[in-house]
């Protein structure tokens, strides 16, 4: 066999074994440059399939992307035949792993169709087609095939709605999807013979895992109780070396860290803000100094211009509170605000407490703007944006002190009178 390309003597592209039963039927990417858009892909990917043999029928697990669905068709055709195949089970339905299923059916007519409960309203959205029949899954179900047998794992949201796992208990397979999977590609596809894709891995989950981590510690609760000798993820290496290794490595990626060093009842409230003058610092320090007021609200104060973006995104995942200063110019809130803002799209901000300020000449619609952006983010927006004409006033500075007293109030829930009494403040 060519083992950069996986083919055989005669050139066409084989299964290779993970063991007796069980074959990736899969298709190398090495070209891609950027995968959906959001991820660089440095040395492409891989679209991992599989089949796996019973005594009473063949299973395939996942597709491949079309385009790419003459290998996986030839890989299968060298270790089973299409009217072998009972079982097609699709763990996720994004394009990547469905374009070669309209064909696959059409040419295994006889298949049941397995998807997960979710799955259901995106098939047809997806494929375009009426008359499939399929069957929804839920943890506990399970199929056999004679002497193997495939159980599901509901795990939603990793990263689409419709994702699930299935897990094969006489192999100690897991077909995991996306989860533990990786834009990746070295032909010899097995983790302890590949080059280092920590890097890859890594950064798959930063940036397809990352937003739905109380979903992952959710479903490594289901993972981690399984007997596992290999796991057989739809991207990049299959891991057959320490697969434990990799539950526990997303364990420790999911589980907040910052909430382990305060107190149960402490919060955190950030304050980030950017100013050409001077005017929306002052504002920034008045309410620094007022939410500083409030007993347990661990607050901090920063500079957009003094920092890099993505430390501070790590820091607004794990807050309970971010308030951002922004003056107006040009009609907008200025670019350094949009771009923390749209690295945000990562972690999940949802109901997380939001706050805007900031001062302006003559219209003043950048505070409105980015007040409107946090509640499309999903923040809550308990008290309307303040805004200062040029440089505050001694009024307006304890106006701010009052609305970060007032914000601060509102993130531990101990906000009674709407009415603050400025002379209070001085
Ligand atoms: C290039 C430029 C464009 C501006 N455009 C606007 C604008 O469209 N609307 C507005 O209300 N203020 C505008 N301003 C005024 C600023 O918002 C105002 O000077 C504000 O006090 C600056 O706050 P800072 O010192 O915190 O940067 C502009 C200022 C500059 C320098
Ligand atoms: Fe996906
Ligand atoms: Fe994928």
Redesign the pocket.
Known sequence: MNSAKLLNDQGQPQAVPLSERVHWIGALDPNLRTFDIILKTANGTTYNAYVIRGSSGVAIIDTVKEGFSADFFTRFESVADYSEIRVIVLNHLEPDHTGALPELMRRAPQAQLFISQKAQSMLKGLLKQNELRFTPVLTGDSVSLGDRSLQFLHTPYLHWPDTQCTYAPEEGILFSGDVFGCHFCDSRLFNDRVGDFRFSFEYYYAHIMRPFKEYVLRALELIQPLPLRLIAPTHGPILRDRPEHYIQRYHQLSIPALHSELSAHQKTLLIF???????????AEAIYQGALQVEDVRVSLYDLEGGEVAPFVDLIEEADGMIL????????A?KPIWDLLSSLTVVNLKSKLGGVF?????????VRLVEDRLRGLKLRVPIPGLR????PTDDEILECRAFGLELAQELMGIRENKQVNLADLS
């Open positions: 803000y950017i100013s050409s003058y001077g005017n929306t610092r002052r504002m200063g922004t003056p107006t110019i040009n009609g907008d200025v900031g001062s302006y000449g003559w219209t003043g619609e950048g200062v004409k040029l440089i």
